[in-house]
């Protein structure tokens, strides 16, 4: 009689999918606050590469969007990790809102600081 294999074995999970990243230029922007200046640098981690695809092809309005978001910032608050961690969310949210009616949300799941100066 032969032995059939146990059901209690189990196959090898998929490894996760790679990630997908999306490096934007550095920013050098003037903050609220008088004579404040930010210089940061991102990585934005992509849901897929179809968004990152379209972040891309819209790259000036993305640009745009963070540059008007970063000025609006306070050096204080940016100077305490509950700011950073506040920043990250904003830039989410900002992102998010679709660049051109009839396009989906974009779903940024993580912001990546690369550089990070207040002055």
Do not use: C, H, W
């Amino acid at each position: 009689m032969q032995q059939q294999p146990s059901a209690s074995v189990k196959a090898e999970p998929a490894p996760p999918p790679a990630p997908v990243f999306f490096a934007l230029d550095t920013f050098t922007v003037n903050l609220g606050d008088a004579d404040r200046v930010l210089y940061i640098g991102i990585t934005l981690r992509m849901k897929d590469e179809a968004t990152r695809s379209r972040l891309n092809e819209y790259l000036p309005e993305v640009r745009s969007r963070l540059l008007l978001l970063f000025s609006r910032q306070n050096a204080a608050t940016l100077a305490t990790e509950e700011g950073k961690q506040q920043l990250i969310t904003a830039i989410k949210e900002t992102l998010a809102t679709p660049l051109v009616v009839g396009q989906p949300k974009q779903v940024v799941t993580d912001v990546l600081y690369t550089a990070f100066i207040l002055r």
